[in-house]
């Protein structure tokens, strides 16, 4: 299994900014697939998930209301639309996936089989 991330960039606040995550390999709909993120000096901190199937969603406080999590199934593909964004959102955004057959999502990073290379989200003030 390999993910592949890309979207992010340079951005003033207030801006929007969509990142894309594709999964090569086995049946995508099998995974629970999520977004973390680390800032500088920080660890890695859960954003954003999405349960197999789509059915359940979940997003830390701090991005609750600005940003959306969907998947594409027929395209193996994650999207995260991150709306209004702000200078602490700046980190480099991880997409994971979770190899499980609930149909919940999982806020821990243990929880996860397989992360992509990270992309970096610079919001400017």
């Known amino acids: 299994v390999q993910l592949q991330a890309s979207g992010g960039g340079l951005v003033q606040a207030g801006n929007s900014l969509r990142l894309s995550c594709v999964l090569s390999g086995p049946t995508f709909g099998r995974f629970a697939m999520s977004w973390f993120r680390r800032a500088p000096g920080l660890e890695r901190e859960f954003v954003a998930g999405?349960?197999?199937?789509?059915?359940?969603?979940d997003y830390a406080d701090s991005v609750k209301g600005r940003f959306t999590i969907y998947r594409d199934d027929a395209k193996s593909t994650v999207l995260l639309q991150m709306f209004d964004l702000k200078p602490e959102d700046t980190a480099v955004y991880y997409c994971a996936a979770d190899d499980t057959i609930s149909g919940v999502v999982q806020r821990s990073r243990s929880a996860y089989d397989y992360w992509g290379q990270g992309t970096l989200v610079t919001v400017s003030s």
């Open positions: 999405i349960s197999r199937g789509g059915r359940v969603s």
